[in-house]
């Protein structure tokens, strides 16, 4: 089947409330994780494009909901970073309840990518997600970000620690990516693209 022209991207929406966020009932792949974890950066990535997703070295960066509609045909949903503590307490009470409040709507969500860090893991508030995920039988992929650091061995090795010690549900399906070296993009291009063809 074929794969979404990925740099056919723009950005169509900005959402600072869940009743500002597109109706058309296109599916959306939604971009989840603490804030810093690249989420932004993976948009810009996965697109070609340098400056479409706002990446900063402060974070707590994106603080609405960001759509970018890929090919015509779905949304990369890009969501405020969740854990972050520098921001004023009303603003992370803000930007957190979005987040929340937006998987427990009845949004068209075709996948949720679960970003974690690949040198620091999984955190509490990352297997808190993922329980929830399970539970509710919503699809989820964790990718793994800023992996330019690690060798796939020693990803493979980590991931299969952090089962053990439960820190990640057996089995869990995952992806390896660096934005900055390239990393397992056209892996998840195409892992994206297949879901999408498929439902
Ligand atoms: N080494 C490395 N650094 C990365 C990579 N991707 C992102 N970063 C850096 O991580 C920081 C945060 O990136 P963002 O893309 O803004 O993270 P975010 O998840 O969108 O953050 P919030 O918007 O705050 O939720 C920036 O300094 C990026 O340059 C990567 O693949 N490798
Ligand atoms: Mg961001």
């Known amino acids: 089947m074929a794969k979404f022209n990925f740099e056919n991207t723009k950005h169509a929406y900005t959402a600072g409330r869940l009743d500002q966020c597109p109706e058309d009932g296109k599916w959306e792949i939604i971009l989840a994780g603490k804030s810093n974890v690249g989420k932004s950066s993976l948009v810009n990535a996965l697109t070609g494009q340098k400056k479409l997703a706002r990446v900063s070295q402060s974070p707590g960066k994106t603080r609405l909901i960001l759509y970018f509609e890929v090919d015509k045909a779905f949304y990369l949903t890009d969501l405020p970073g969740y ?13 957190n309840s979005l987040a929340d409040d937006y998987l427990n709507t009845d949004r068209p969500i075709a996948l ?10 999984p955190e509490e508030a990352d ?3 993922i329980d929830w995920l399970i539970h509710q039988g919503m699809p989820y992929l964790i ?4 992996a330019d650091k690690l060798s796939k061995s020693q990803m493979n090795t980590q991931v299969f620690t952090w089962e053990k010690e439960g820190r990640l549900p057996d089995h869990v399906p995952y992806i ?24």
Not at 112 to 121: M, Q
Not at 143 to 146: A, E, I, L, P, R
Not at 177 to 195: A, T
Request: proline fraction near 0%; glycine fraction near 6%; hydrophobic fraction near 50%.
């Open 83 to 95: 854990g972050f503590a520098k921001a004023s307490k009303s603003e992370i009470a803000q930007f």
């Open 112 to 121: 949720v990518l679960v970003l974690i860090d690949s040198r620091r893991g």
């Open 127 to 129: 297997l808190a997600l």
């Open 143 to 146: 990718v793994f970000s800023k």
């Open 176 to 199: 390896a990516i660096s934005s900055s070296k390239k990393i397992g993009l056209e892996e998840l291009r195409i892992y994206i693209s297949d879901f999408i063809n498929k439902l």
